[in-house]
């Protein structure tokens, strides 16, 4: 089955509307405690699911297939998408900006 460019723009639009919906209520919570503290975060959805994976064998098709409710294992995909993307929105907008800008300065000197 080949990809459906559509399906994706779907996909990310639901996840940029959710994103904006969350951070109404949430804020920057989830870089509060730094650096260490959003890997934290993602490794705990990661946990969740491989533990939910686990018992299928690691088969996540299967694990879906079990629970594709909108609370199962596929809200902790997309949780995990979503907090990814703002990880690399988070460093694209300011640690690569600054680290491009600190290498133009020395690129000057």
């Known amino acids: ?3 459906d460019s559509r399906d ?14 969350a951070e109404k209520s949430y804020g920057d919570s989830w870089r509060k405690r730094g ?7 993602l490794a705990r959805k990661w ?8 018992k299928e064998g690691y088969d996540i098709f299967s694990a879906i297939a079990k629970d594709p409710t909108d609370t199962g ?3 902790d995909i997309r949780d995990l998408r979503r907090y990814l993307i ?8 300011f640690i690569t900006k600054e680290k491009r800008e600190d290498n133009y300065e020395e690129s000057r000197d």
């Not at 994706?8 to 919906?21: A, G, I, Q, S």
């Not at 650096?35 to 975060?41: P, S």
């Not at 703002?86 to 907008?93: N, P, W």
Request: aromatic share 6%.
């Open 47 to 54: 946990d969740r699911i491989e533990n939910q994976t686990h």
């Open 73 to 75: 294992i596929l809200d």
């Open 8 to 21: 994706l723009f779907n996909l990310v639009e639901d996840d940029v509307r959710e994103l904006m919906e």
């Open 35 to 41: 650096g260490i503290g959003a890997f934290m975060m």
């Open 1 to 3: 089955m080949a990809v």
């Open 86 to 93: 703002l990880v690399e929105d988070y460093t694209s907008r």
